[in-house]
């Protein structure tokens, strides 16, 4: 993994291109000022953006390692910071540090094995990444399959992404739904837990999920009842980071600190930490 | 992150003779969140307001700042401007390079730099500003008149006349003020009171107004709109109802030496007494500190006599509330009494008199029913002199700095009579500067000196002595440059004007500011001359400044306009910039509710997610209809929960901060 | 073994200050705390403990990391400059001396903390041993002997005479350059003032706590245990305990707009705190139970978990003599582990 | 204080047993004889409230937030100092006195254990009232002090024994043994005043410049209980979790002084809690010295409800340019 | 500890250095003072910036320790008289803050003629270019505020 000699100095970025995908979930492009891509990561991996003056805030980069060009955030507007970069325009210069966390991982343990991607809401920006990973390297995989579920359609984020490259794939099986019957909606109405036990899901996946604390915890009691194990799930903590680097005392939940030792967790790791912080 | 757009004002060369208003627009249009800047001759101009309205479409402003006169001069306009275009009109800030830069600065390099500063503090407010909604609030269709001299009186009528519900209030017995005491008016030399009982007549008559007379207003809470008084209506000892009016009371009363108030004190009259034949209402009033049934309990010949059984010595002061939507206060004047001016010898000789007294001297009515006396001998006087400026246009600290603006013309008018009634009377004028801009009056002054023979010197009066027999005055001619000594009969001083000393209560209680002489601000000097700057309260007549009867009535009735304005409308919006409370870091300690002068802040239970705790909680809660927006609360609150709208506290601590860099 | 006389003491910082900076316990209105050393600074080489531990030295309370510059849509940044130069923490307890071991496995780990690490590469520590420890003392318990400071040079003062001995390269260094103060001496006065020591420690009161229930149950166990709530139901909630500790390592970055430039430093803050955890609105540790619990937890449980059965505390006692409440870790300790004694 | 507590051990039982309350705010023995522990108990184990001369800490703010969550009543017990905060927090809302039951307890005065240990006196086994004097058994020796001499800085000027709020006494105020004022209260504030502003420039800032901003002071001070600090809400704009140097030290000393000020009890939390000991008392006296020449006599929490001198106002009050006039 | 060097007041040199002085003015009766000043053009030092607020009693002690905090040299607050205040009593709680505040500047050893509070009213511009002017010399001859200043926002 490559690292700079500055942990803690972040370096600079340039935001070329905002895209508002929901009402309130902006994807940010960022380039370094020479117009790279500002770092290297790994799927599940995040990075430190920060405004000065406005605040330093943790998120999960959406885009794939495999993209050569750039590096994407899906931000969603939920505090203080995050305001201020919805009201950001392109040519605006952010700060940049990371990438920290573990990340999935997508060249050990689920290489070779068939995927269930399962997210909710925003949660889809972390296993963003991973998806197009794996798309990227699709030898490596077996089948993959997408629950992505949303409040409304105007919600679902990448919804252009997910309609013209990931449904039309083969190979790859895409279930969209909403929570309530909309206009114009056609797909699925319905919670993610839910349509979960619908699906007629074989138990041969590894199942990757991300969302609402809520979602997440009836999602994975359905997929025990289905059969699957807690061994064969993993998740992305939700990031309660400042320093990345495991060192101010934060995001501890029990002996693990999320930023260095997660924030990806396999389900029966958490189950030997505390379920508060 | 707003989009600002940085408007600068030349104000033609008031403000670009000092202020190189290019570099002001250029150096604020490099300043974070400006996308617009430049400067034009008059931004108040339609064209200027067309370049604000077409910058916020062509540039997508969010917010406006800009580089002008005072906002108490345009903000209004400007807010106008900026909303027709669509931003809301609270977005706007103005950094005043006019009055507190360009003015008062002569260096052009130092008054740019500190323009430049003013525009950077004004776009670091706007930045944090936010858009706000008037507050709609009903409105009370009924106005309390403060005062019922002329000034009152035709404020109530001309209000009345367009259907509105309307209270005068008060304090003497009867209304009719001032002008009830004048002989006669100049310069047409009517008579005072052959115009003025008519109008308390009309005013008594008018249902729509209602006079509460020997009463008085005790307090005022609520705002424009939504006043609440209090009225005191003091004890007359005599049913208002049931008297008829007939004076047979006052001929029996045993009690005679009161002072007679309308007289000027020249005379007496009863305990119980009726101020004079045309009062209105035409009602007895019974003296307590003269009355000897209510100091000892003897007497009460007065209820023996009075056949209407009105005589009521145990009625009782009686507090009255009632609602309004305008308050006018038409409080009126007095003449100082100038006892500090013992050269004039106002203390020691009863011939030395003011004008007013002089007044009811020559009035028919008055206590030598119109014959001019000396007031020590009852004889005709030989010579009479008059002194100016007698307390005004001064500096000392007896004096009034003002000019008292009447006493030229009443003197012109006093001498005028006197000549005309006694030809042989000498009359002298000692003036400083006689001072005649009006209609018709320049040419009656000169009638005085040209016709009657009036004797007008330019000097000052050092000395009235009393002579044997007649007064000693001792003056200086200041055309010839030499020293008079006269003798006279009588001195007439024209005692400068003030406001009625009851103005200062009434002020404090509308909070309506007062200017050092205690006559009421308006809101803007020019542009805004009878309203006080607190909405609703309007000002008619002397209350405000040294006035003639003409321009009283003419003060009274566009006060009354502007209470029509008002009280023809159903709502009134209110002004946004007020308090509002953060429910998760209130206290509910009630601090605030002590401090606010308006009792806009009460207190209820909420439910509130704070740092991810749901609670119930009790929390301080703002009536937007009454909070002003002063923000005593502000600071009053520890946590720092109470902000004000308009004025919040990062907004001022960014303009410190900007102003500080 | 080498000595200088006290009395001359003086001479000996003066001509260590005049090479690098010196950093002495030293009394200000009152209270001694390690602050740097200037002439005529009332140096109380007698005082047992500072208010602040010594970790100041290596973690100050508060440090810039880097400025920024916003220029329209540009921002550049300027790293704050690291320590470079050597300097001397001098007069470290034995108990201070060992928190920076604990310190130095959460800054050193990788990635290492560079504004930390540059300290620690640079400070000459010169520890200096106990003779008269407080009844509040429990360092022992952690494996520490306070007569002999685990430190680049160590001294003793013992009838005057300050007694001293390099442990290091570093200390050997340093004991080299400023050689001309000193003499040399044998080892008789400090082996008895050890000694005496020794006997003084055993009678402490709290020489023999109980830690093991810590380290044999299970992280969730102690995690869930009812005492918690009663042991927190007063916390005030507020740092000192934090910041009194020489272990004590959270810290804040927060951004300060001077009106040119934005500031970005990082100063010490409290798991104590009730908005430690609040970010974006959402707090994870919402009551002082939990806040409390996180505390203790991370003192007794996870370091020892994280660091190879190294507690996150050195037995100083600061705690126990600051706390407004007198809640502490040896009550939380005896409270929790009480029955494994 | 045996006797007392064995009379208020008596008295919380009753209480318990007539069903008033269930749950007590008291103290609790530590590992010292000193480091007693404010702590809350319940019928099971009433009898390990502790009360002895180190129960100095004013606990009515605890009742804040703890007065909430139990079926019945709390039980506060009060000293005569406490009540006036009690009074305050009624006045103020912060607490409901419908939840609580106060029952006043005397006090003759509270030890410092940092005076005691000021005095050179180290190694603390134990410590014994003898008199007049406390005898302290030590690591190394046996100590003596007069305990006058270190009592808590709020017992030197004691407000008396009168108890100004709550539902019962445990004796009567009469009954009390009573508690001599040691020192004036103002006597150190007038040193200050004294000097000349220079002097008193360098004085504050080698106190001031010891603190470590734990927010000890703060969060002990029973008139500090908004529920955010400005100094912790990142949108006053004066946020900030350390004093990075000279001003913001200054800064937040005075405006903790100043929002307490007319509320402040002068019960001295907040330099009993500091730990650098500085003499924060110094502040909040200074204000109540200056309300009280220039507003009149006031205390705060005296009697509830009543209107603080900051929050009413006279139209004669001296303007604020006495500061520069008063010499 | 270097205070003594650092903290000292440095007297303003002639015309080298330019105390700064932020005048927070009430909306009805001081800051009309000011415009009616600048109608008069009574001239007063440019190194005065008046920040309007709606009465006196908004001022915060915060924002006058923000002041020197970011380099003034000397704060002023200007209200309605006493007994004018538009909203009626804000200027006396004004009052006693003020003096309360000021007094406790003192007795921090703050020099208490850096802080100044007057009552100007709207028609007093005369007065209003007075009082700048004269506060202006005072903090002149007081020079440059060493004690109150976050050595941060210095440039």
């Given at each position: 993994m490559m690292k700079r000699?500055?942990?803690?100095?972040?370096?600079?970025?340039?935001?070329?291109?905002?895209?508002?995908?929901?009402?309130?979930?902006?994807?940010?492009?960022?380039?370094?000022?020479?117009?790279?891509?500002?770092?290297?990561?790994?799927?599940?991996?995040?990075?430190?953006?920060?405004?000065?003056?406005?605040?330093?805030?943790?998120?999960?980069?959406?885009?794939?390692?495999?993209q050569e060009e750039y590096m994407e955030f899906s931000i969603k507007k939920c505090g203080h910071l995050t305001s201020w970069l919805h009201e950001l325009e392109p040519g605006q210069m952010v700060t940049i540090r990371g990438p920290y966390g573990n990340g999935f991982p997508v060249e050990t343990e689920l290489k070779g094995k068939n995927l269930l991607f399962i997210a909710g809401g925003i949660g889809l920006a972390p296993l963003h990444s991973v998806i197009n990973y794996c798309r990227h390297y699709r030898q490596n995989y077996g089948d993959i399959e997408i629950i992505y579920g949303s409040r409304s359609m105007d919600d679902l984020v990448d919804i252009r992404e997910i309609q013209e490259e990931w449904e039309p794939e083969e190979g790859l099986k895409v279930h969209l739904t909403i929570d309530r019957p909309q206009d114009g909606w056609n797909g699925h109405v319905g919670f993610v837990p839910n349509y979960v036990k619908e699906l007629n899901l074989s138990l041969d996946k590894t199942v990757l999920i991300c969302g609402p604390p809520i979602m997440i915890k009836f999602t994975l009691q359905n997929l025990q009842e289905l059969g699957f194990s807690r061994e064969q799930v993993y998740t992305t903590m939700e990031l309660r980071m400042k320093c990345g680097i495991g060192k101010c005392g934060r995001c501890n939940i029990g002996s693990k600190y999320v930023c260095k030792d997660g924030p990806v967790f396999r389900f029966d790791q958490l189950d030997e930490l505390p379920d508060e912080y | 992150?707003?989009?600002?757009?940085?408007?600068?004002?030349?104000?033609?060369?008031?403000?670009?003779?000092?202020?190189?208003?290019?570099?002001?627009?250029?150096?604020?249009?490099?300043?974070?969140?400006?996308?617009?800047?430049?400067?034009?001759?008059?931004?108040?101009?339609?064209?200027?307001?067309?370049?604000?309205?077409?910058?916020?479409?062509?540039?997508?402003?969010?917010?406006?700042?800009?580089?002008?006169?005072?906002?108490?001069?345009?903000?209004?306009?400007?807010?106008?401007?900026?909303?027709?275009?669509?931003?809301?009109?609270y977005m706007l800030e103005i950094a005043n390079i006019r009055?507190?830069?360009?003015?008062?600065?002569?260096?052009?390099?130092?008054?740019?730099?500190?323009?430049?500063?003013?525009?950077?503090?004004?776009?670091?407010?706007?930045?944090?500003?936010?858009?706000?909604?008037?507050?709609?609030?009903?409105?009370?269709?009924?106005?309390?008149?403060?005062?019922?001299?002329?000034?009152?009186?035709?404020?109530?009528?001309?209000?009345?006349?367009?259907?509105?519900?309307?209270?005068?209030?008060?304090?003497?017995?009867?209304?009719?003020?001032?002008?009830?005491?004048?002989?006669?008016?100049?310069?047409?030399?009517?008579?005072?009171?052959?115009?003025?009982?008519?109008?308390?007549?009309?005013?008594?008559?008018?249902?729509?107004?209602?006079?509460?007379?020997?009463?008085?207003?005790?307090?005022?809470?609520?705002?424009?709109?939504?006043?609440?008084?209090?009225?005191?209506?003091?004890?007359?000892?005599?049913?208002?109802?049931?008297?008829?009016?007939?004076?047979?009371?006052?001929?029996?009363?045993?009690?005679?030496?009161?002072?007679?108030?309308?007289?000027?004190?020249?005379?007496?009259?009863?305990?119980?007494?009726?101020?004079?034949?045309?009062?209105?209402?035409?009602?007895?009033?019974?003296?307590?500190?003269?009355?000897?049934?209510?100091?000892?309990?003897?007497?009460g010949l007065c209820e023996k006599v009075c056949e209407a059984g009105a005589i009521d010595y145990a009625q009782k002061e009686e507090l009255i509330e009632r609602?309004?939507?305008?308050?006018?206060?038409?409080?009126?004047?007095?003449?100082?009494?100038?006892?500090?001016?013992?050269?004039?010898?106002?203390?020691?000789?009863?011939?030395?008199?003011?004008?007013?007294?002089?007044?009811?001297?020559?009035?028919?009515?008055?206590?030598?029913?119109?014959?001019?006396?000396?007031?020590?001998?009852?004889?005709?006087?030989?010579?009479?002199?008059?002194?100016?400026?007698?307390?005004?246009?001064?500096?000392?600290?007896?004096?009034?700095?003002?000019?008292?603006?009447?006493?030229?013309?009443?003197?012109?008018?006093?001498?005028?009579?006197?000549?005309?009634?006694?030809?042989?009377?000498?009359?002298?004028?000692?003036?400083?500067?006689?001072?005649?801009?009006?209609?018709?009056?320049?040419?009656?002054?000169?009638?005085?000196?040209?016709?009657?023979?009036?004797?007008?010197?330019?000097?000052?009066?050092?000395?009235?002595?009393?002579?044997?027999?007649?007064?000693?005055?001792?003056?200086?001619?200041?055309l010839d440059n030499r020293q008079l000594h006269l003798e006279a009969d009588m001195v007439v001083l024209a005692a400068a004007i003030e406001p009625d000393p009851s103005a200062r209560k009434i002020g404090t209680m509308l909070t309506a500011s007062m200017d050092t002489n205690d006559f009421f601000s308006e809101a803007h000097a020019k542009l805004r001359p009878v309203e006080s700057p607190t909405a609703g309260v309007f000002l008619s007549g002397m209350c405000q400044g040294p006035k003639d009867i003409p321009e009283t009535v003419s003060q009274a009735s566009a006060a009354a306009s502007k209470v029509i304005g008002v009280l023809s409308k159903d709502f009134l919006l209110s002004n946004p910039c007020i308090a509002h409370s953060d429910p998760t870091l209130c206290n509910g300690c009630s601090q605030c509710q002590n401090v606010c002068a308006y009792g806009a802040i009460s207190y209820e239970d909420q439910m509130v997610v704070d740092k991810g705790v749901r609670e119930t909680r009790r929390v301080a809660v703002v009536n937007e209809a009454i909070c002003q927006g002063c923000g005593a609360c502000t600071v009053t609150c520890p946590s720092g929960a109470m902000d004000l709208k308009g004025f919040a506290s990062n907004q001022i601590m960014a303009e410190v901060d900007a102003i500080c860099n | 073994m080498l000595k200088i006389a006290l009395a001359g003491i003086d001479r000996l910082f003066a001509a260590i200050a005049a090479s690098k900076k010196l950093y002495l316990p030293i009394e200000n209105a009152g209270e001694v705390e390690f602050s740097e050393y200037s002439e005529g600074a009332k140096v109380r080489l007698d005082a047992l403990q500072t208010v602040k531990s010594a970790k100041d030295a290596f973690f100050p309370f508060t440090e810039n990391m880097m400025q920024f510059h916003t220029d329209g849509k540009n921002i550049s940044v300027e790293a704050a400059k690291r320590v470079d130069e050597d300097f001397v923490v001098f007069g470290v307890r034995a108990c201070d001396a060992r928190s920076f071991s604990i310190l130095d496995k959460v800054f050193l780990a990788d990635p290492p903390d560079s504004f930390y690490a540059a300290r620690r590469a640079h400070g000459i520590i010169v520890g200096l041993a106990c003779h008269r420890p407080e009844e509040t003392c429990f360092c022992t318990n952690f494996g520490i002997d306070p007569t002999k400071p685990e430190t680049d040079v160590t001294a003793w003062i013992e009838d005057g005479v300050l007694y001293w001995e390099a442990q290091t390269e570093k200390g050997k260094a340093l004991t080299e350059e400023i050689s001309a103060f000193l003499e040399a001496s044998d080892e008789k006065a400090v082996e008895e003032q050890r000694e005496r020591t020794k006997k003084i420690l055993e009678r402490l009161p709290l020489a023999n706590l109980d830690l093991s229930y810590f380290k044999t149950h299970p992280e969730l166990e102690i995690f869930k245990r009812p005492e918690w709530k009663e042991l927190s139901s007063h916390c005030l909630g507020c740092g000192t305990c934090t910041f009194v500790c020489p272990t004590c390592q959270c810290y804040d970055i927060r951004d300060y707009n001077t009106g040119h430039g934005i500031v970005r430093y990082r100063c010490w803050d409290s798991c104590m705190y009730s908005d430690f955890t609040l970010m974006a609105a959402v707090n994870s540790r919402k009551s002082q139970v939990e806040r409390f619990r996180q505390r203790f937890m991370h003192k007794l449980v996870y370091n020892p978990i994280n660091h190879e059965g190294e507690f996150g505390c050195v037995g100083c006692g600061r705690c126990l003599r600051k706390c407004p409440i007198s809640m502490n870790i040896v009550k939380v300790a005896k409270t929790l582990g009480g029955e494994q004694a | 204080m045996r006797d007392i507590r064995e009379k208020l051990l008596k008295k919380i039982h009753e209480l318990f047993d007539a069903g008033v309350v269930d749950r007590v705010v008291g103290w609790k023995a530590g590992e010292f004889c000193y480091d007693v522990t404010p702590a809350l108990f319940n019928a099971g184990n009433i009898d390990e409230i502790l009360y002895d001369a180190f129960c100095g800490p004013n606990q009515s703010k605890f009742l804040v937030k703890g007065a909430e969550g139990g079926e019945k009543k709390i039980l506060a017990l009060l000293k005569p100092c406490d009540t006036y905060s009690y009074n305050q927090l009624i006045t103020e809302h912060r607490i409901d006195p419908e939840k609580i039951y106060a029952l006043g307890i005397p006090c003759t005065g509270m030890v410092d254990i940092n005076k005691i240990r000021a005095l050179g006196i180290s190694g603390i086994l134990g410590i014994e009232e003898d008199g007049e004097n406390l005898k302290i058994e030590t690591l190394y020796g046996t100590e003596s002090c007069k305990k006058a001499d270190v009592l808590l800085e709020r017992c030197l000027v004691c407000k008396g024994k009168n108890h100004v709020a709550g539902d019962e006494l445990l004796i009567p105020d009469e009954e009390a043994p009573e508690v001599p004022k040691c020192a004036e209260r103002m006597t150190e504030v007038e040193k200050l005043e004294a000097m000349s502003p220079e002097e008193r420039f360098n004085w504050w800032r080698s106190q001031l410049s010891k603190c470590i901003r734990c927010n000890a002071c703060r969060n002990a001070c029973p008139a500090c209980t908004c529920r955010t600090c400005v100094f912790d809400n990142p949108s006053s704009g004066v946020s900030a979790k350390v004093n990075t140097n000279d001003f913001e030290e200054n800064m937040f000393h005075i405006i903790r002084a100043f929002h307490v000020a007319g509320r402040c009890t002068d019960c001295g939390e907040c330099s009993r809690v500091c730990p650098q000991n500085i003499p924060l008392h110094l502040l909040n006296r200074k204000f109540i010295k200056d309300i009280d020449e220039f507003y009149g006599e006031y205390q705060a929490g005296a009697e509830p409800n009543v209107r603080g001198p900051l929050i009413s106002y006279t139209e004669q009050d001296v303007e604020p340019s006495i500061v520069m006039t008063r010499g | 500890m270097q205070l003594n060097d650092t903290n000292q007041a440095v007297p303003a040199e002639s015309g080298a250095y330019k105390p700064l002085i932020v005048a927070f003015c009430c909306n009805w009766c001081s800051y009309a003072g000011a415009d009616t000043a600048g109608s008069s053009r009574l001239s007063y030092p440019s190194n005065i910036k008046i920040i309007r607020v709606p009465c006196s009693c908004r001022v915060n002690p915060l924002f006058i320790l923000r002041a020197f905090q970011r380099g003034a040299d000397g704060v002023i607050l200007c209200g309605c008289h006493p007994g004018d205040c538009h909203y009626t009593t804000g200027n006396y709680y004004a009052r006693r803050r003020m003096t309360l505040l000021f007094s406790m500047l003192d007795y921090l050893g703050i020099e208490r003629e850096r802080t100044r509070v007057e009552w100007i009213s709207a028609a007093e511009g005369a007065k209003f270019a007075a009082t700048m002017n004269e506060f202006a010399e005072t903090i002149n001859r007081l020079g440059k505020n060493r004690k109150l200043r976050d050595l941060r926002c210095e440039i």
């Open positions: 000699p500055e942990e803690q100095i972040p370096a600079l970025g340039v935001v070329t291109d905002v895209r508002r995908d929901t009402p309130d979930v902006k994807t940010f492009r960022v380039v370094s000022p020479e117009g790279k891509k500002p770092l290297e990561h790994m799927p599940g991996q995040c990075a430190m953006l920060s405004l000065p003056g406005i605040g330093e805030g943790m998120f999960s980069i959406t885009s794939s390692p495999t | 992150m707003q989009k600002i757009g940085v408007f600068v004002c030349w104000c033609g060369s008031n403000i670009a003779a000092t202020v190189d208003v290019a570099a002001v627009a250029e150096a604020l249009g490099k300043q974070p969140g400006v996308v617009y800047a430049t400067d034009y001759q008059y931004m108040c101009s339609a064209s200027g307001q067309n370049l604000i309205k077409d910058a916020i479409r062509d540039y997508g402003l969010t917010g406006v700042v800009i580089c002008a006169c005072s906002p108490r001069m345009h903000e209004a306009t400007f807010r106008k401007t900026i909303s027709s275009a669509g931003l809301n009109p009055e507190q830069c360009s003015w008062i600065h002569k260096d052009r390099e130092e008054a740019t730099k500190k323009a430049i500063t003013m525009g950077t503090a004004a776009i670091a407010k706007v930045q944090l500003n936010t858009p706000l909604t008037q507050m709609k609030s009903p409105v009370t269709k009924r106005a309390l008149v403060i005062g019922g001299g002329i000034a009152g009186m035709q404020t109530a009528l001309d209000i009345a006349d367009a259907g509105f519900e309307v209270d005068i209030v008060e304090k003497k017995p009867t209304i009719g003020g001032k002008m009830a005491q004048l002989d006669k008016t100049f310069p047409t030399l009517d008579c005072s009171s052959c115009i003025v009982t008519p109008k308390m007549v009309d005013t008594a008559a008018n249902e729509k107004i209602t006079i509460f007379s020997y009463a008085e207003v005790e307090n005022v809470t609520g705002f424009i709109g939504n006043f609440k008084a209090t009225i005191k209506q003091k004890p007359r000892y005599v049913d208002a109802e049931k008297c008829t009016g007939c004076g047979l009371c006052t001929t029996k009363c045993p009690s005679k030496k009161s002072l007679n108030e309308f007289n000027m004190g020249l005379n007496t009259r009863t305990a119980i007494y009726i101020p004079f034949a045309q009062a209105v209402p035409l009602v007895a009033t019974i003296d307590p500190d003269a009355c000897i049934k209510l100091k000892t309990g003897k007497c609602e309004y939507g305008a308050v006018v206060v038409a409080t009126g004047y007095n003449q100082i009494k100038p006892v500090q001016y013992e050269e004039y010898l106002y203390n020691q000789s009863r011939d030395v008199v003011t004008s007013l007294e002089f007044e009811r001297l020559m009035s028919a009515s008055g206590p030598t029913a119109g014959h001019l006396q000396c007031p020590s001998t009852g004889k005709l006087p030989r010579h009479i002199v008059f002194i100016q400026c007698v307390g005004s246009r001064g500096t000392a600290c007896r004096e009034k700095p003002y000019c008292s603006k009447v006493c030229c013309m009443y003197t012109a008018k006093h001498a005028m009579l006197v000549k005309d009634h006694y030809p042989e009377v000498e009359c002298t004028v000692f003036y400083i500067d006689v001072r005649t801009p009006g209609k018709n009056f320049d040419e009656f002054y000169r009638r005085a000196v040209e016709q009657y023979g009036v004797h007008y010197i330019k000097g000052m009066v050092g000395k009235v002595e009393q002579g044997d027999g007649c007064l000693k005055v001792q003056a200086s001619d200041l | - | - | -």
